[in-house]
């Protein structure tokens, strides 16, 4: 008889996911103590915001999938209810392995978005474990949201702007959610009573898939924060995480070239007020260099493609 612990879930969980079936993935994690009697480890959260990313991937390749969101928080929405009893998810499990009961869309959780459910799942579990952290200071402030559709008329926007206000205006939650694609969708159904989750300790490799879940979901503007918590937690970042965030974070701080070295020449730029906070943070040798960067932008290209996550 198998010994099933953390470490034979999470393999099952890395199987699920290669197997493209993310959904599995979401739906274990939220019934693992009922089915197993087994907490998530750092591993598992990992794999969960894995997970995320690449459901979210496989719902933009269908139009059946992209529709099932886009009626999410439509009046006319009706939740599915989702099974409760042990037997019942053990059956529900089997039947959409079998392929029986799957969903055209494998990105959504608990009735919303899996993104968003990850991103709140994540700083559930940190803020969870270390409360303090919300008095974390951010070290940079985006200047406007990561919407594609408008980004290339940012410096025009910006140009008329400064007409009147100064660069280093803050913009304000408000001001950043504006326009959809920032905005972080409401979860209608009631979430399961918040728990400490002490097996969880996280690490670099915890937080560079949430820092990814973050900017290809268009929350870049959060980045600065995830990186304050991992120095506030005395994590070493990798320059890999680091190459990352920035190539995300300055989709969200960098303004076009001329205003840009005119706030870099007066201190204002918020993509190198972060970069500097960095460089405080870990050192010259561990900030990323131009090459890092420039490994990182294919990064996050690749992520971006449609062939991502594909066998």
Known sequence: MININVIVINEFLVSLLRSRRPDIVFQLWDHMEM???ILPNDSTLN??????????KLDNESVRST???MTLNSLFHRPKPEPTGRTEVISDIMQKLEGRRRSSAVGIWRNAPAWAVARQLFRDVLVGNWPWLQ??????TAIRTADAETAAFYPLQEFAQSMSLPFSSPKTPETLEQGGKGQIPLITEAQPDQKLYSSIVPTDVTFTPYI???GLSSLAREIPEALAWMRALKIHPSKKTLSIALVFWAEVSLRGPLFEDWAEKNSQSEYGRLLAWIRDWVGDEQTPTE???QRALRAVAKMRDDSFGRP
């Open 35 to 37: 089915l197993y009697g």
């Open 47 to 56: 794999i969960v915001m894995k997970s995320a990313i690449l459901a979210m």
């Open 67 to 69: 529709f099932q969101h």
């Open 135 to 140: 008095q974390v200071p951010q070290p940079a």
């Open 212 to 214: 990814q879940l973050l």
């Open 291 to 293: 090459w890092d960067i």
